[in-house]
């Protein structure tokens, strides 16, 4: 069974920075695109940032562009978000993803696995 585990969120006030990590059991991590969502209470899940299997090509979101950095490590089957100038309507629980292949998908119902999620919570 696949388990996919995030964790380093926590409470930070605004302008600090969070590095989020994720570890997926799969076999073959290195074939699979990862990604992170959010979701904002009374908001719907939001795309984030994706990965490639390689990690050589990263897609982000508006917000996140300039202020959150994707990356991975193949041998540790792992994933990061590194998340810098944090702003309160950061606030949310950040989700990890996984889909075995080459693709990148800003739609989570692509992805074939996620985990329970890590809480951030900026404060102003």
């Known amino acids: 069974q696949v388990q996919v585990v995030e964790s380093g969120g926590g409470l930070v006030q605004a302008g600090g920075s969070l590095r989020l990590s994720c570890t997926a059991s799969?076999?073959?991590?290195?074939?699979?695109?990862m990604a992170w969502f959010r979701q904002a209470p009374g908001k719907e899940r939001e795309f984030v940032s994706a990965?490639?299997?390689?990690?050589?090509?990263?897609d982000d979101a508006d917000f996140a562009k300039g202020r959150f950095t994707a990356s991975r490590d193949n041998n540790k089957n792992t994933v990061h978000l590194q998340m810098n100038s944090l702003k309160p309507e950061d606030t949310a629980i950040y989700y990890c993803?996984?889909?075995?292949?080459?693709?990148?998908?800003?739609?989570?119902?692509?992805?074939?696995?996620r985990g329970q999620g890590t809480q951030v919570t900026v404060s102003s």
């Open positions: 993803a996984a889909a075995p292949g080459d693709y990148s998908s800003r739609d989570s119902r692509n992805y074939a696995y």
């Open positions: 799969v076999l073959a991590f290195s074939r699979y695109s």
């Open positions: 990965i490639s299997p390689s990690g050589w090509t990263t």
